[in-house]
């Protein structure tokens, strides 16, 4: 499987991004998505995951009420869009997949994906 993430870019405080993660491959194999976030000298964070089919969602604290994830499983695509965006939220994005079922609470666990896009930078001016 391969995941790439675009739509990032140079946003004012307050404003909306939507990035996108388009998966090619054997897609058959992915079960939930997610999106990560590594901010310069900081270690890569969870934001975001949605599950398999879609009806399960998780966010992290710092993004819940602003950030929401959504799948297409026709187009293999999921999305994140960012709204409120803050200077804090400055980071490059990664979109990631696993290829088993997991329990909802390792979402949040870098370790639970196999699968890795090349990350798509968000910045987030004052």
């Known amino acids: 499987v391969q995941l790439q993430a675009s739509g990032g870019g140079l946003v004012q405080a307050g404003g909306s991004l939507r990035l996108s993660c388009a998966a090619s491959g054997r897609t058959s194999k992915m079960y939930g998505m997610g999106w990560f976030r590594q901010a310069p000298g900081k270690e890569r964070e969870f934001v975001a995951a949605?599950?398999?089919?879609?009806?399960?969602?998780d966010y992290a604290d710092s993004v819940k009420g602003r950030f929401t994830i959504s799948r297409d499983n026709a187009k293999n695509t999921v999305n994140l869009q960012m709204n409120s965006l803050k200077p804090e939220d400055t980071a490059v994005y990664y979109c990631a997949a696993n290829s088993h079922s997991i329990a909802s609470a390792a979402y949040r666990t870098k370790q639970s994906y196999d699968f890795w896009g090349q990350g798509t930078l968000v910045t987030v001016s004052s």
């Open positions: 949605i599950s398999r089919s879609g009806s399960s969602t």
